[in-house]
């Protein structure tokens, strides 16, 4: 008896093993060329949980990342630009309201101008001008941040899509360096 649980057992624990070296060896050369990527960028763990949210990651190289997290600055740049206009609404001072309104200014730049750039750029191997795009969008988000005399209620937002941006970009200098 001991040996038929042994057995079972055994067999049970080789079946799982394999099962899971199947699932790695597939899984491995998205994730490689993720963990590769996002080595080589700021901001490591922000870009590997970015890409891998993201289903087309698994199979993107260098360039499909990239365009991956340029979507990234778009989402985060209109949920910051979203917010900016709830603030702006919410805000009865004029002294609130002009710094808020420089934000809205610079977000709608990333959202219109920096954005498609990048993207643009990307699609047609101008890397150089992709990378101009993001860097763009880095000042931007630190200007609004600046536009502040004290304390920013944008600190959190303007830090996340500066950094995204500072990830793209360092991904547009690996394109431009291979």
Excluded: W
Excluded at 10 to 38: G, K, M
Excluded at 141 to 148: G, L, P, R
Excluded at 160 to 169: K, N, Q, T
Aim: proline share 4%.
């Amino acid at each position: 008896m001991k040996t038929f649980v042994m057995t079972i057992t055994t067999s049970s624990l080789i079946v799982l093993l394999f099962a899971l070296y199947t699932t790695q060896s597939r899984a491995s050369p998205a994730n490689n060329a993720i963990e590769q990527t996002c080595k080589r960028t700021p901001n490591y763990n922000l870009c590997v949980s970015s890409l891998r949210s993201d289903p087309r990651s698994s199979d993107a190289d260098v360039r499909g990342l990239a365009l991956i997290m340029v979507g990234v600055i778009e989402a985060k740049a209109k949920e910051t630009l979203s917010h900016i206009k709830d603030l702006i609404k919410a805000s009865p001072k004029r002294d609130e309201k002009q710094p808020l309104s420089s934000c809205a200014d610079y977000y709608n730049a990333i959202i219109t101008a920096d954005v498609p750039q990048a993207t643009q750029a990307l699609k047609t191997g101008n890397y150089k001008f992709a990378e101009q795009g993001t860097d763009d969008t880095e000042n931007e988000a630190d200007f609004c941040e600046k536009s502040f005399s004290g304390r920013s209620p944008l600190t959190e937002m303007n830090k996340l899509v500066h950094d995204v941006a500072a990830i793209a970009a360092a991904m547009t200098r690996i394109l431009l360096s291979s």
